[in-house]
């Protein structure tokens, strides 16, 4: 349950390059979150409209895309998607050998501003 | 109008823990994150891993815990420095938590400087702080799940020392399983299992950290 220091960090971020670039609204704020990076989009968004109102951000909307674990086996070749946060096996052979390409993103990709 | 950020959230905490991990690097320290659940052995497997190092090292610690100084003053009665950080709710320590009480702590009289993060088994893999390296402890009473449900803690530790190895037969728990599934998460995982109360398995600990620095 660290989604309120992550709502505190994006608003920091989205705050400076307000200031840095004249903007005085944010309207909407949208977010790439990995499916394994650990974070549960609903308690974002709580801690993020709790947090937000002395801010800059007082009227925004946290938007997040989730992004699933994928990759591909090495074994195989394939490449794969997963429902879960993590995989043991590759989905499609079975082997162990499979490397994780995308999943832990936690990232701020753009923001509707005034 | 829409603005493209492309920033990483947990950015200003990375730039911190690396500010850090250079002053770390050039006090010639070697700092390890120790994380678990409340009352897996944290405290206890340091105070067996001071014990059994402090001839060879150097030894700090930081302590980090929501409220209290009870692991700060069982540290302390070890003989090494030791600073105490209250988070006040906090369920992990942050970069910009150690770098606030570094002033406190005499990097240059230390070889190795462990850091014991708050009692949690999700928050603190998240969280850099300015490590060379993560371990964790977990008590083989917690159970053979642990590695499925809380994934990324095993996937960031480079050590997985199983305590209270002691009590294995007294509880439904496949430490087999339990192995398989950390390896699975992370093939680089070494694995100790020991126990705090008899002393089982703590020279392998101690001999495998003394020759990481």
């Known amino acids: ?114 | 109008m829409k603005v493209k950020v492309v920033t990483r959230i947990l950015e200003a905490n990375e730039r911190l823990a690396e500010e850090n991990r250079r002053k770390f690097r050039e006090s010639g320290v070697f700092v390890m994150n120790l994380m678990g659940a409340p009352g897996a052995g944290k405290t206890s497997l340091l105070e067996k891993t001071i014990e059994g190092m402090k001839n060879r090292k150097r030894i700090g610690v930081i302590e980090g815990d929501i409220a209290g100084t009870d692991d700060a003053e069982r540290i302390n009665s070890t003989g090494v420095p030791v600073v105490q950080i209250n988070t006040g709710g906090a369920c992990h320590l942050d970069a910009n938590m150690i770098s606030e009480v570094l002033p406190d702590v005499p990097l240059g009289e230390l070889d190795l400087l462990i850091v014991e993060n708050v009692g949690n088994l999700v928050c603190p893999a998240e969280f850099k702080v300015g490590e060379d390296m993560k371990a964790m402890v977990l008590s083989i009473s917690e159970g053979h799940d642990k590695p499925l449900k809380y994934p990324l803690m095993f996937q960031e530790s480079s050590a997985l020392v199983v305590n209270k190895i002691d009590l294995l037969p007294y509880v439904n728990v496949d430490i087999d399983k339990l192995k398989r599934d950390a390896v699975s998460l992370n093939p680089a995982l070494k694995i100790f299992e020991v126990s705090c109360r008899t002393g089982q398995g703590l020279e392998k600990w101690i001999e495998w950290l003394n020759g990481l620095n």
Not at chain 1, 54 to 64: G, H, M, P, Q, Y
Not at chain 1, 65 to 93: S, T
Request: with cysteine; net charge negative; glycine share 8%.
């Open chain 1, 1 to 114: 349950m660290h989604e309120a220091s992550i709502a505190l960090s994006i608003l920091d971020v989205i705050s400076e390059r307000c200031n840095a670039e004249g903007y005085s609204t944010v309207e909407s704020v949208r977010l790439k979150i990995g499916r394994a990076a650990g974070i549960m989009p609903e308690a974002l968004v709580f801690t993020f409209d709790a947090a937000k109102h002395d801010t800059l951000a007082r009227d925004a909307e946290l938007v997040i895309d989730i992004v699933p674990l994928g990759g591909y086996c090495v074994r195989c070749g394939g490449n794969f998607e997963a429902e879960d946060a993590y995989v043991l096996n590759c989905p499609l052979c079975g082997s162990a050998d499979f490397k994780i390409e995308r999943g832990y993103e936690m990232e701020i990709v753009e923001m509707e501003v005034k």
